[in-house]
């Protein structure tokens, strides 16, 4: 999204440059501005590097080297720290829960969340737009209204402090998200080839499998992204219905350790979780950015 | 499911589909279908699942919060009684839970009014920052600058409330840093000290918003339509009143939607409250509702009240976003009716 409208710009800079050369030269006030905006956005761009760096630096380090130097390097790089995190206080069961949990249930909305939008985006079905404005609601609702007997009820089914309860209620907070946005998404896809998928004969579920699905693939992988870095850093739904530490998931894990020890802090293990908790984000941001980026400005053009 | 055969015209094995097939061929149009197997199928799994999910999950839990919520159920006992608007009475002689429902209240006017003025600068300085001949265009280099801000965005907000804990404590990194500029403060606890711990809180939060309304902010500016830049520029219009003549008016809606959204998320901020001070900070200065509500209901077992207090939040959250939009109706004019 964004990279198109600056595709549009630079085109349209090309077009206007090119008779009036003389107009491109900087005056010095431009020099200024420019030279105060990059400065000031230089310094939040420490303001956000400098954090991230220290963590990363103090993973490989010893506590007493961390209170030593902020940024020192370590007399040795190892990692320590990461095994002990790893090992000793289970951040490798938890990481594996987390994947589990994030897996399981990024899947299901997918898919459940893609049905749903796609129902209430092309059919005409009498209360279609009560359950819209419900998944509405759901979005604004704050989470923790639902809290106590949202315990109460997992407890009744015999899932609280499991995983497949965790992942069913991920599940159902995340939809309203989903279907929100592939709705839109679903509504702009053309419908003479539903109709001709319906000609050759298709029944109502292959047309969706073999036909709609495949073409939202780019709305599900933006959503799905958006979907993940949100599961991912899930938070209030895992410490109150998830309170078995076998089961525990990385987030809450980092909390419960964090509090434990309160000041007297292993700082070099807790650098090693951070980052064990923030590399596979790490990824996805790296490897998606463009899209997260465009995510998010198709979100402001609606 | 035979979905995964492939050509579409191959033998589907159930009659009813067959039965479809022969039904469609007179009505094919969309919206108005007969009911065969195929079809209630479908809209029994695409709707019903998901629906029945959301309905046990989500919609439930909120009606029955509301009963709860006037009971003083304490969750383990099987007696509870209607005790009606009691427990509100209660929370709202609670000096505690005022203190909190104010730290919330401080939290959603200022923490969106810093993390806006901020992403708006900045985005503006990206977007209309450049030169000021030919054509509006931004600084050169911007996309180093979104892809660090965004950044924070990505890391679970528990890891940022961690992360900055340790950041702000005695010997952590800012202290460290003062040091090298010289600065000598004894290793102030900025969250252990009531005079500092709100103000570290909301930067923390503002730290890690920042970059996503920035994006935000950015985009929604590109959507203006070149020319009407270029008119104000022509018009003599410098970058600064460029911005708020016509950049700001352009984008209100944007504006709204991000003061919403960035409220509502103060008025929970329970994610890095836990982080940060999971007690509530000194004298319950950081304390908010949602770490509160928690308190009451996992640790003291007060089912009733704690559910009086999500109550308390929710129409909170409902006031603040009728407010927000309110005020924006009022200062805007109503000339284009919310939507561009």
């Known amino acids: ?302 | 499911m035979s979905l995964s055969s492939p050509g579409l015209d191959s033998a589907l094995d159930t009659a009813a589909v067959t039965a479809a097939r022969a039904g469609r061929r007179k009505a094919p149009r969309l919206g108005r279908r007969r009911l065969t197997f195929d079809y209630v199928s479908f809209l029994l799994v695409f709707l019903g699942l998901p629906l029945v999910i959301f309905l046990v999950f989500v919609i439930s839990p909120f009606i029955q919060a509301v009963y709860y919520s006037m009971t003083n159920w304490t969750g383990f006992s099987p007696n509870m009684q209607f005790v009606g608007l009691q427990n509100f009475v209660k929370l709202f002689q609670d000096p505690t839970f005022l203190q909190a429902m104010g730290n919330n209240i401080l939290l959603a006017v200022v923490v969106p009014l810093i993390t806006i003025v901020i992403a708006l600068i900045f985005a503006s300085m990206i977007t209309v920052g450049g030169p000021s001949h030919g054509n509006v265009r931004g600084l050169k280099g911007s996309s180093f600058y979104r892809v660090v801000s965004f950044f924070p965005y990505v890391i679970p907000a528990i890891v940022i409330a961690i992360l900055w804990a340790m950041i702000y404590s005695p010997t952590g990194l800012l202290n460290g840093a003062l040091g090298v500029l010289g600065i000598d403060n004894k290793q102030w606890a900025w969250l252990g000290e009531q005079s500092t711990a709100m103000g570290a809180t909301i930067f923390v939060i503002v730290w890690s918003m920042v970059g996503f309304y920035m994006i935000l902010f950015i985009a929604a500016i590109k959507g203006i339509p070149g020319e009407t830049l270029e008119a104000a520029r022509i018009d003599g219009a410098g970058r600064f009143r460029t911005v708020t003549s016509i950049v700001l008016p352009q984008i209100r809606d944007n504006v709204q939607t991000a003061y919403v959204y960035l409220g509502i998320m103060a008025l929970d901020a329970f994610v890095y409250m836990a982080g940060l001070n999971s007690t509530g900070g000194p004298s319950n200065s950081t304390l908010v509702m949602s770490q509160y509500l928690f308190r009451t209901a996992f640790e003291k077992g007060q089912f009733g009240l704690a559910t009086a207090m999500g109550v308390v939040l929710a129409i909170i959250t409902l006031l603040f976003a009728a407010l927000v939009i309110g005020v924006f109706r009022l200062i805007g004019g109503k000339d284009e009716g919310g939507r561009s």
């Open chain 1, 1 to 302: 999204m964004s990279t198109d409208t600056r595709a549009a710009i630079t085109i349209d800079r090309s077009k206007a440059s090119g008779p009036g050369k003389h107009t491109t030269k900087s005056t010095a006030g431009d020099k200024v501005v420019g030279g105060v905006s990059h400065v000031v956005l230089a310094l939040w761009a420490l303001v956000v590097i400098l954090p991230m760096l220290w963590t990363l630096l103090g993973s490989f380090k010893t506590t007493a080297e961390i209170f030593k130097s902020p940024f020192g390097l370590p007399a040795q790089w190892n990692f320590n720290n990461y095994v002990s995190a790893w090992v000793d206080n289970n951040f490798g069961g938890m990481f594996v829960n987390t994947i589990i949990v994030v897996g399981c249930s990024l899947i299901l909305v997918m898919v459940l969340g893609a049905m749903c939008a796609y129902v209430l985006a092309r059919f005409q079905i009498p209360g279609g737009r009560v359950v819209y404005y419900l998944m509405l609601a759901g979005l604004t609702f704050p989470p923790f209204l639902a809290i106590v007997p949202l315990f109460f009820i997992l407890q009744g089914m015999q899932l609280l402090n499991t995983l497949p309860g965790l992942i069913i209620t991920y599940v159902a907070f995340a939809l309203p998200f989903t279907v929100f946005f592939l709705f839109s998404f679903f509504k702009s896809l053309p419908y003479e080839i539903q109709e001709a998928a319906y000609v050759d004969g298709a029944s109502e579920w292959r047309t969706f499998f073999q036909v709609m699905l495949p073409m939202a693939k780019p709305g599900m992988a933006a959503v799905a992204i958006m979907n993940f870095l949100g599961l991912w850093n899930q938070f209030i739904l895992p410490i109150s219905l998830n309170t078995n530490k076998d089961n525990y998931v990385l987030s809450q894990g980092m909390a419960s350790y964090a509090s434990s020890a309160g000041y007297a802090l292993d700082f070099g293990q807790m650098f090693a979780a951070v980052m064990i908790t923030i590399i596979p984000v790490l990824i996805v941001y790296v490897l998606f950015q463009r899209q997260l980026q465009g995510s998010v400005s198709q979100g402001t053009s609606k």
